[in-house]
């Protein structure tokens, strides 16, 4: 039998887009697939870990392992991971999207003659940040960082102007979002690691036993 080492501990996963309506027919999103959050909440869930996997709209398949909360917007997926919480275990790769149409409306918008175009935004809630400065805050907080220039400058800052523990920092220059691949680096307050580019799944068991062996550290 696989030795579950998270055997005991509560994960939450954010996965996909966020999908930001603007009127019955349109919306904002992104190109994030899921795949990679789909692995990471499984890898987890094989390790004993009892995973909520709070997710936008994606076209794969849900995995088996992790209870699935299915969500469209940011400010749902804010909501579904609070209600979620408490948790020892925050992963945090979902590409939630930064702005949000100011108005909803519910009648299909025209186009103007001329001018502007009619679409104003609003910042959405930072999950990752949210949940790092709740007093539920998980033991262990990972945020993941997708680049497409200045990946490790990049990443080291936002692991301290998020707050979280851990970053994932990748390169999604080339195919990342939405491929079958990625090489991830993991920036951690004891150093970084340089995980060979790899299946998805692959990257997402070895981020899965690093978090086993950081909780076989501390308990
Ligand atoms: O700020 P940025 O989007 O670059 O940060 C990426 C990290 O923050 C990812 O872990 C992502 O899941 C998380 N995030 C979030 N809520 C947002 C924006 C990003 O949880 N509104």
């Known amino acids: 039998r696989a030795p579950k080492p998270l055997l005991g501990r509560r994960a939450i996963v954010t996965a996909g887009p966020t999908r930001e309506p603007i009127d019955p027919v349109r919306y904002l999103s992104n190109h994030s697939s899921g795949r990679q ?8 869930a094989d390790l004993g870990a009892q995973v909520d996997l709070v997710t936008g709209p994606t076209a794969i398949a849900k995995p088996l392992g992790p209870n699935i909360i299915a969500v469209e917007t940011a400010e749902q997926m804010h909501a579904a ?7 020892d275990i925050f992963v945090a790769v979902a590409a939630v999207a930064d702005w949000r149409p ?13 001018g502007p175009a009619p679409l104003q935004l609003v910042e959405n809630p930072d999950i990752l940040r949210s949940v ?30 998020k707050d979280c523990d851990w970053i994932v ?19 951690t307050d004891a150093g ?3 995980l060979p580019k790899q299946s998805k799944q692959a990257a997402a068991r070895a981020l899965s036993r690093r978090i086993a062996a950081h909780f076989g550290e501390t308990s």
């Open 37 to 44: 959050g789909y692995a990471i909440a499984q890898a987890l």
């Open 81 to 87: 991971v609070h209600a979620a919480l408490p948790a």
């Open 192 to 194: 970084e690691t340089r």
């Open 169 to 187: 920092a990748n390169d999604v220059s080339g195919d990342v979002m939405g491929g079958q691949e990625n090489e991830m680096i993991i920036i």
């Open 102 to 114: 100011a108005q909803q409306t519910h009648k299909k918008t025209k186009k103007p003659e001329g």
């Open 132 to 161: 790092c400065l709740s007093d539920k805050r998980p033991n262990l907080v990972v945020g993941f960082a997708a680049e497409t220039h200045d990946v490790m400058e990049l990443a080291r800052a936002k692991r301290v102007r």
